[in-house]
């Protein structure tokens, strides 16, 4: 599809591939080495990284909407974005063809960061392994998130994209999110019903949400609701009574709809996470990520919000 009608997700080669091994020699023998290591070893298949069924799930919704507008160019279409020495990229070829997975355009800066790419390939959503990146992406208004591989392994949905998102710094601003930490949970629960009617302000999240929702509509307009390739779950730690309507107000007066959406009240979110098995889960704090990875879920941390200044002071 042609860039303007896609909806672009850039995948960096460590979110996509596991390439803990070859950082390790970048890290301890410098760029030559690894570059040496990888043209030595590119007919080596990379094992799947954080992000390979996330892609593969984004690549299934891309089948079904061929099916069924097979002249519409509204659909995923996946770029590698990665700072990788172009030597090294036989070894990234040979390896997503061997997955037989759709991925075109390549970005390979050779060192350099990536992230003034993302806004020449009109990115909607960027994932990568190296947190300082996503922070500089995230800064320059760019939906991102930094990938974290689960702990188990858990056998994740091929007929059907699963996306899990956290609401406050993550679909929404962190207004809230800022009365909560400075002034405490009880005052938090009045803001929130006092301003129940007022829409929060959108988060970094929220456009990749939209993008969602508008694909739903089209498997809708097909009759195809029940047999939907792309389901939305909301998981907060918000207590429904005190402070959800909120939430579910706000996505109403944007015009989005939330397949699931579900209120833990200070719960953790692991448990809950095994049950809906996401290809992401998005949050803004690695407690919960932490905890998501824990009981095998693919976690992506989205540093934004205030919760970042207090997890930096802990």
Same mark, same amino acid.
């Given at each position: 599809p042609k860039p303007q009608n896609a909806i672009t997700v850039a995948v960096s080669s460590r979110a996509l591939f596991n390439l803990v091994?070859?950082?390790?020699i970048y890290e301890e023998q410098g760029v030559e080495k690894y570059v040496e290591y990888q043209q030595k070893n590119e007919n080596i298949i990379l094992k799947p990284g954080p992000a390979f069924y996330f892609v593969k799930a984004l690549e299934h919704v891309n089948a079904r909407l061929l099916e069924l507008y097979p002249d519409d160019e509204e659909r995923f279409?996946?770029?590698?974005?990665t700072n990788n020495h172009a030597q090294v990229g036989v070894r990234l070829i040979n390896s997503i063809n061997h997955?037989?997975?759709?991925?075109e355009r390549f970005c390979m800066t050779g060192g350099e960061s990536p992230i003034g790419y993302l806004t020449a390939y009109l990115t909607n959503l960027y994932l990568s392994a190296d947190s300082d990146k996503v922070q500089e992406a995230i800064e320059a208004g760019i939906a991102s998130a930094t990938m974290f591989t689960a702990n188990k392994d858990v056998v994740y949905s091929d007929t059907q994209l699963r996306v899990a998102f956290d609401g406050d710094a993550v679909i929404f601003s962190d207004e809230s999110e800022q009365i909560f930490k400075e002034q405490g949970l009880d005052r938090f629960f009045e803001h929130?019903? #006092?301003?129940?009617?007022?829409p929060l302000a959108q988060g970094p999240l929220k456009g990749f949400l939209e993008d969602l929702g508008k694909l739903q509509k089209k498997f809708y307009a097909k009759n195809e609701r029940l047999n939907c390739p792309i389901r939305t779950y909301l998981v907060t730690a918000r207590s429904a009574a005190s402070s959800g309507a909120r939430v579910l107000k706000t996505l109403r007066s944007w015009g989005l709809e939330i397949d699931e959406a579900l209120f833990l009240a200070g719960a953790p979110k692991g448990p809950i996470l095994v049950?809906?098995?996401?290809?992401?889960f998005f949050d803004d704090q690695m407690f919960h990520i932490e905890g998501a990875q824990k #009981?095998?879920?693919i976690a992506a941390h989205v540093p934004y919000g205030i919760a970042q200044k207090y997890q930096k002071s802990t």
């Open positions: 091994e070859e950082q390790r279409d996946i770029v590698l974005m997955y037989g997975l759709t991925i929130e019903q #006092l301003n129940e009617n007022k049950k809906i098995r996401p290809h992401i #009981l095998g879920t």
